[in-house]
């Protein structure tokens, strides 16, 4: 089965914080995303990334960077925490190519809180 | 317009009913459609791929593709409570990233 996993399910900082959030897949999937997800709004694409040390800006990627060194594991990172960025952040991965390879596998998600 | 567009609901149904969630799209270039079930607190998860226009079934689970009037359908038959969730929609062209409706939050009462 697929696996991918966010190190945190559930994370409170406060304004001005660089907060990290690590997801890692097993199963080799080339591309991997990252997501918020806030209601009435839905998912909104941040960043993704096709390949190690590569990225590409989302739909909303202001206030966010992300970091790719190995294949596995793709990080957001929020440089200066700010309240409105407070919402559930979905990692996915997936392999290249059209088709049933576009399928995106979901890690669990992060609620983060900024106070 | 918005690329896809997905009533929120809620919906609220008994349990047996016949569900029907739609989505309508613009961009006539989508090849791929696919539906995910999100459960309260998870990640979403496929529940349902269809490669163009067509049918496929899977169980209690019906998905419809109608390209010429770029509108997808899923429709779950005999519902139960453990259909309760957030139905989203998602759709791409060739090699390109998903996009995804809002979703439809569904609940089924016993």
């Known amino acids: 089965d697929v696996k991918v996993t966010q190190s945190s399910r559930y994370l409170v900082k406060r304004t001005g914080e660089k907060v990290f959030l690590e997801c890692v897949q097993d199963m080799d999937h080339e591309n991997m995303f990252w997501y918020r997800q806030d209601p009435g709004l839905g998912l909104r694409l941040i960043y993704f990334s096709y390949d190690v040390k590569m990225k590409e800006k989302g739909d909303i990627p202001e206030g966010y960077s992300v970091s790719r060194e190995k294949k596995e594991r793709f990080s957001l990172i929020l440089e200066s925490a700010s309240t409105n960025q407070t919402s559930m952040y979905l990692c996915?991965?997936?392999?290249?190519?059209?088709?049933?390879?576009?399928?995106?596998?979901f890690g669990p998600g992060t609620r983060l809180t900024v106070l | 317009q918005k690329e896809v567009e997905q009533d929120p609901g809620p919906l609220s149904v008994p349990e047996g009913a016949i569900v029907s969630l739609n989505c309508t799209y613009s961009n006539s270039a989508f090849q791929y459609f696919m539906w995910y079930r999100q459960y309260s607190r998870k990640g979403p998860e496929l529940l349902m791929y269809?490669?163009?226009?067509g049918n496929k079934e899977d169980g209690r689970f019906t998905a419809q593709v109608d390209k010429s009037s770029k509108y997808i359908s899923l429709f779950i038959r005999d519902s139960q409570p453990s259909d309760s969730a957030t139905y989203l929609c998602a759709m791409s062209q060739a090699g390109t990233a998903l996009i995804f409706g809002k979703g439809t939050t569904l609940s089924v009462s016993s």
């Open positions: 996915a991965s997936s392999f290249q190519g059209p088709g049933v390879y576009n399928e995106q596998f």
């Open positions: 269809t490669y163009s226009s």
